[in-house]
T-cell receptor, first 114, second 114 residues
Framework: NAGVTQTPKFQVLKTGQSMTLQCAQD?????MSWYRQDPGMGLRLIHY???????DQGEVPNGYNVSRSTTEDFPLRLLSAAPSQTSVYFC?????????????FGQGTRLTVV | QQQVKQSPQSLIVQKGGIPIINCAYE??????FPWYQQFPGKGPALLIA?????SEKKEGRFTISFNKSAKQFSLHIMDSQPGDSATYFC?????????????FGQGTTLQVKP
């Protein structure tokens, strides 16, 4: 089982460029989320999805778009990259369960915007 | 504003010591409080979680203490080992986390010296 796979692992962008961070999971999980991790800020939720065709905003959604056309994939699009979007991005998936839910994280994408 | 506040930012203990990491929250709708462990270059992984109907939960050397009236919870690591050196995040969620929407604290970097 691959779990949650993120590509690319590293990326350098120029200010104003656009790109898509890919996230795929093979566990048939309904829920998927994108977080960004910055020093001293922990992980902050960007967007999340509770199923194919359903997405919602998290704490820091500005500058990012998402869509969920399949259960397996949840790409994150940067529309016009800015230096403030330099961060490590994590995708996570989970399934509904009674009592508690474990989120499974990918290995992350380290993005630098110059 | 940070909905979940975590302290300290960093912690150094000797092998065998008992590091304690604290978290506080404001939203009384939170009903699920997990702790995640992250090693360098990896995504976070679930360590232990608690619901507010219990005051303490132990799993191996890891214990969560929960104080509902104070809206605080903490992680204790008994007999800490150098292999426990990692970054630890507390988190909180509504609906047992069954939305894929976790709110994280700022993180604590723990170093356990041999």
């Amino acid at each position: 089982n691959a779990g949650v796979t993120q590509t690319p692992k590293f990326q350098v962008l120029k200010t104003g460029q656009s790109m898509t961070l890919q996230c795929a999971q093979d566990m048939n999980h309904e829920y998927m989320s994108w977080y960004r991790q910055d020093p001293g800020m922990g992980l902050r939720l960007i967007h999340y999805s509770v199923g194919a065709g359903i997405t919602d905003q998290g704490e820091v959604p500005n500058g990012y778009n998402v869509s969920r056309s399949t259960t397996e994939d949840f790409p994150l699009r940067l529309l016009s990259a800015a230096p403030s979007q330099t961060s490590v991005y994590f995708c996570a998936s989970s399934y509904p369960s009674e009592g508690s839910t474990e989120a499974f994280f990918g290995q992350g994408t380290r993005l630098t915007v110059v | 504003q940070q909905q979940v506040k975590q302290s300290p930012q960093s912690l150094i203990v000797q092998k065998g010591g008992i590091p304690i990491i604290n978290c506080a929250y404001e939203n009384t709708a939170f009903d699920y409080f997990p702790w995640y462990q992250q090693f360098p270059g990896k995504g976070p992984a679930l360590l232990i979680a608690i619901r507010p109907d219990v005051s303490e939960k132990k799993e191996g050397r890891f214990t969560i203490s929960f104080n509902k009236s104070a809206k605080q919870f903490s992680l204790h690591i008994m007999d800490s080992q150098p292999g426990d050196s990692a970054t630890y995040f507390c988190a909180a969620a509504v609906g047992s986390g069954n939305t894929g929407k976790l709110i994280f604290g700022q993180g604590t970097t723990l170093q356990v010296k041999p």
